[in-house]
């Protein structure tokens, strides 16, 4: 842990008296402005747990001074280990110094590894559990909003319902203000009439989009079915188990569309040996709504089965399938990539979630620096719309089932007989207990999302490959 390199090792090898007058002086000396000579002094009052008001006081002023962000770091994880109640200004100054590790971090253009959200949430935990004070100053703090807080409020005890609101009314107020897939889990703390209106709008974005249907499965309503049956394209298994949950509280399918969704997701989940449990809750759904009678089996032609019933719709599928990446293929063909805008392309890699897994050494998905040089456009834009194509080993995600029946994925940070620890956001990790793992396998399939550029125009797509192009140097595609 964090604590490693602020804890004492052993008793004290000379008497509290002795001990006493060595920390006075210290007091009396801190902070000297010798940065190697601070850092000591302040380690040593967080190895002894040190409750004076003064030294309280002397680090919390430290720590909203123009410091490197390494140091911020380190004096936040000394106050971490110092006792005594704080003040309003003392919380408000820890505060403040959290929430500029990202601007600082940022702006000098450092990276992060995939440990910074467990180690900065260990300080933030610690710093929390002195002062109660300290989570509703952080979320109230005008400062509040970029996506890598997230690691301060995923952290055991955090208001979840005070983040979301606050979220909801940064959103509306703050044209600046951006969502990530971490913030957009929060709003199921909302209130539905909340909520709603804002995960369907934030919907319309692919990256967000399997965040979304999760947290509007969980209350089913017939305005949202469009989103489910979008769901089971989706190749993250939660998604489409949350969305086949929800179908069964709705309507049956209607229409090609909604069909086609069906018995797509069926192909896909009937290939892999893993995925064996998602496709027995599609093919118990397709049952029911087919009318059938029988247990469905591996020789089951759901086809035929739809033929019986409209014999129409089974037709309209035979003749759509396999046909949308075709669709692309000629539609990439007939792009102007002349034409695009790098400008406009960076504001389209934004939107489209591209930066969150795609930037530092904490990102979810390679490096794109470079990109253009090694692939053309339509091989590049082919890989978006086929994530799952060929995933470099390094980035193929742990799916866990627990014995809750949850299932959870992402890349791993720690393994070990104990707990496994997976990155399952740019800004979030989440530990699973040993005792609690039924089951892991690891994917084939990428945890990128697909349909990210469904949404886009041809200029928009021109765009976007305008602004790979600027991206040079080497990347780890």
Not at 17 to 41: H, R, V, W
Not at 111 to 123: M, S
Not at 129 to 135: A, F, G, M, T, V
Request: hydrophobic letters at 35%.
């Amino acid at each position: 842990t964090v604590w490693e390199g602020y804890s004492q090792r052993g008793p004290s090898k000379i008497s509290q008296e002795e001990e006493e007058e060595i920390f006075a002086s210290l007091k009396n000396l801190f902070p000297t402005g010798n940065q190697n000579l601070d850092y000591e002094i302040a380690r040593a009052f967080g190895m002894v747990r040190s409750d004076d008001p003064e030294i309280l006081e002397s680090l919390t002023r430290l720590v909203v001074s123009d410091l490197h962000p390494c140091d911020d770091i380190h004096y936040l994880a000394v106050l971490g280990r110092i006792e005594g109640p704080r003040s309003a200004t003392q919380t408000a100054r820890i505060a403040t110094s959290l929430l500029m590790l990202d601007y600082k971090i940022e702006s000098r253009g450092m990276n992060r590894d995939r440990h910074w959200p467990q180690r900065i949430g260990e300080i933030y935990t610690a710093l929390a559990e002195k002062d109660s004070n300290l989570n509703t100053a952080l979320v109230e703090s005008p400062k509040f909003g970029m996506p890598g807080h997230i690691v301060f409020v995923s952290t055991p005890g955090s208001p979840v319902e005070q983040v979301a609101g606050r979220l909801e009314t940064l959103s509306r107020s703050n044209p600046n203000f951006k969502w990530s897939t971490g913030w957009i889990d929060l709003l199921k703390n909302l209130p539905a009439e909340k909520a709603d209106p804002l995960l369907q709008e934030l919907s319309e974005q692919g990256a967000f989009r399997d965040t979304v249907i999760r947290i509007l499965a969980n209350r089913p309503t017939e305005r949202d079915r469009s989103l489910f049956y979008q769901g089971l394209s989706s190749w993250n298994r939660t998604t489409v188990d949350a969305s086949i949950q929800a179908l069964s509280q709705l309507t049956p399918p209607e229409g090609l569309e909604e069909w086609s969704a069906l018995l797509g997701a069926m192909e896909r989940f009937g290939k892999e040996v893993e995925t064996q449990e998602t496709e027995r809750k599609i093919a118990a759904y397709l049952t029911r709504v087919l009318g059938g009678d029988q247990e469905p089996s591996d020789s089951t032609d759901w086809v035929a089965l739809l033929a019986g019933v409209d014999p129409e719709i089974a037709s309209g599928w035979k003749e759509r399938r396999s046909k949308t990446l075709g669709d692309w293929t000629k539609r990439l063909a007939q792009i102007d990539w002349d034409s695009g805008d790098p400008n406009a392309g960076h504001e389209v890699y934004e939107r489209v979630g591209c930066a969150d897994c795609h930037t530092g050494s904490r990102s979810l998905g390679p490096d794109l620096h470079g990109v253009t040089q090694r692939f053309g456009h339509e091989d590049l834009m082919t890989a978006i719309l086929d994530p799952s194509r060929d995933v470099p080993s390094r980035y193929r995600a742990l799916t866990i089932e627990t014995k809750d029946g949850d299932f959870v994925q992402g890349l791993v940070v720690y393994k070990a007989v104990d707990s496994v620890i997976l990155q399952n956001g740019p800004d979030s990790t989440l530990r699973v207990e040993g005792p609690d793992i039924l089951s892991e396998y690891t994917s084939e399939t990428s945890i990128m999302p697909t349909g990210l550029l469904d949404t886009l125009t041809d200029q928009e797509v021109a765009n976007l490959y305008a602004y790979l192009k600027t991206l040079q140097g080497e990347g780890s595609l």
